[in-house]
């Protein structure tokens, strides 16, 4: 292992001096071991890369996804990636999408048919993806002249040390999320992150501020906002097609790992090249347990928020994109049997949204969201055909209900359809005259560059990510919950229980360990 994958965090002297807050603003922020306070709002300059020089980008998390997506930003000829970050150094037990599927897109990227040919199964961290980049570069991009790329354990020695760098990608478990994005705005990076963008509530809000305040480019991976589906479905329901939309119907067959599951009594050694109480990070302590992670920790409290935060981030980005959303009223959950630790097993969420004035199709009605998980379905719309599909490939779809019609389409709004297909058939489309997204990649980048603000940045999906937290507190709270968006409070419980209520609104904005509390 290098000296600099050894090396721990630096004091806050140590920052860069590019940082965009201030000697004393950055000592009030955290120099007491890397504690982060969000200062008051003021005006900063952002720091854009000009055209023609390449943005120096580091990968923060590279395990199965942050992987995948270090592979896709390495294909873009504007970029150079100069690091990579995992508290893992290597290990063999990471998910994947289908058996030999990492390896499959390693081996594409090197031109390599051999690559990862002594390993015993999908293999990540820190050690394999520092490898992966250097190949990439020296090998199909022939430059000879790259550096190499360094290796870190902690995030904060590599934005320390890596003094030209410009952007990050976090691509870590969710409850690190915030912290590690916040700590990269105030230090001056650009931030691609990925879903959920927010592990509570409080952290949405807090960095949709830190965004607001750096005027950097935040991009949350959220692809489908710069989709043709989701820009013809805003098109369709802005135009009237269906007349007023008063419900909409969202289903997903995750989750794909264990819920429902109670704490381990075991407490197995830690593997080597795993920095445990690194990966936990900002969450309460706890042994180690393979139980956590890889990818399952998406089912504890303490790390994921199950289904909904796996993939309603995608379903809820089209939905406020379409119907113009607001924040919702009452958000109210069943479940199967509930756990103290993690989520269930299966849930049935309703979320109630108000009416509000849309700036593409006028007043809009109120409206009301049911998702459903782990195989479990809406009714057959009745205008459907016998034999007649209404999920997508995924087994997952969605259903908008308006006034005069019906919508079928994916999960995330793909192929969308009127039904019956009669309808279909006879249906001519409203101009397809809105913005069309270069991808949301590009999106990003090119606001590095000086562009335009992406679609899925941050003070935009802080709503989106605000209404579907607050549906997995309705899950842990198995009640229906009355949200005062304005102060962020939840003021009643249908059940009424006054004990369960402030259960609730502690899910809000819980203490995290410290030195990682954002206040």
Not at 346 to 367: D, M, N, S
Request: one cysteine or more.
């Amino acid at each position: 292992m290098s000296e600099t994958e050894n090396r721990r965090a630096l004091p806050a002297e140590a920052a860069p001096a590019i940082s965009p807050v201030n000697r004393r603003e950055f000592l009030e922020a955290g120099a007491a071991a890397g504690a982060l306070t969000l200062l008051p709002t003021r005006a900063r300059a952002a720091k854009t890369v000009p055209a023609g020089r390449k943005i120096k980008l580091a990968s923060i998390g590279v395990g199965a996804q942050g992987t995948r997506v270090m592979m896709d930003f390495l294909r873009f000829p504007e970029v150079e990636v100069i690091a990579v970050c995992d508290v893992n150094l290597q290990s063999d037990d990471y998910s994947e999408w289908s058996p030999g599927e990492i390896l499959a897109k390693e081996r594409k990227l090197t031109n390599d048919p051999h690559w990862g040919s002594d390993w015993n199964g999908p293999t990540c961290g820190r050690l394999p993806a520092q490898k992966l980049v250097d190949a990439y570069y020296r090998r199909v991009r022939h430059l000879d002249n790259y550096p190499g790329c360094r290796a870190y354990n902690d995030f904060r020695d590599l934005i320390a040390q890596e003094r030209d760098l410009d952007a990050v990608v976090v691509c870590t478990p969710d409850h690190w999320h915030a912290f590690i994005s916040i700590y990269a705005l105030r230090h001056g990076k650009h931030v691609f992150s990925q879903k959920s963008m927010a592990h509570t509530i409080a952290e949405a809000g807090q960095m949709a501020r830190a965004a607001r305040e750096t005027g950097l480019a935040t991009q949350v991976a959220v692809m489908n906002e710069a989709s043709k589906a989701t820009r013809l479905l805003t098109e369709w329901v802005a135009a009237g097609v269906i007349g007023q939309v008063r419900e909409v119907h969202n289903w997903s067959q995750r989750p794909y790992w264990p819920q429902g599951l109670n704490r381990p009594k075991g407490t197995p050694m830690t593997p080597a090249g795993l920095d445990w109480d690194l990966w936990l990070g900002p969450a309460p302590w706890r042994p180690y347990n393979p139980i956590y992670q890889p990818f399952v920790w998406r089912a504890w409290f303490d790390f994921g928020e199950g289904s909904i935060g796996d993939m309603a981030n995608y379903s809820f980005d089209t939905m406020f994109r379409v119907l113009e959303l607001t924040a919702p009223t009452t958000v109210e959950a069943s479940s199967t049997p509930r756990f103290k630790e993690t989520f269930p097993e299966a849930e049935l969420v309703r979320w109630e949204f108000p009416a509000r004035q849309g700036k593409l199709g006028g007043p809009r009605a109120p409206v009301t969201i049911h998702w459903y998980d782990d195989h479990l379905r809406p009714p057959r719309p009745a205008e459907l055909l016998p034999g007649e599909k209404m999920n997508d490939s995924a087994g997952e779809g969605m259903l908008y209900v308006g006034d005069k019609g019906k919508i079928l389409c994916g999960f995330e709004g793909a192929h969308p359809r009127l039904i019956p297909d009669s309808r279909m058939k006879e249906f001519t489309p409203p101009p397809d005259d809105l913005p069309v997204s270069p991808g949301a990649y590009q999106e990003w980048l090119g606001a590095i560059h000086g562009g335009p603000m992406p679609g899925a940045n941050y003070e935009f999906e802080q709503p989106v990510v605000e209404a579907l937290l607050l549906g997995c507190i309705a899950v842990r709270a198995s009640d229906k919950l009355y949200w005062d968006a304005a102060n962020k409070r939840i003021t009643a419980l249908a059940a009424g229980d006054s004990k369960a209520l402030a259960a609730a609104n502690a899910m809000i904005d819980p203490p995290a360990r410290r030195p990682f509390r954002l206040s």
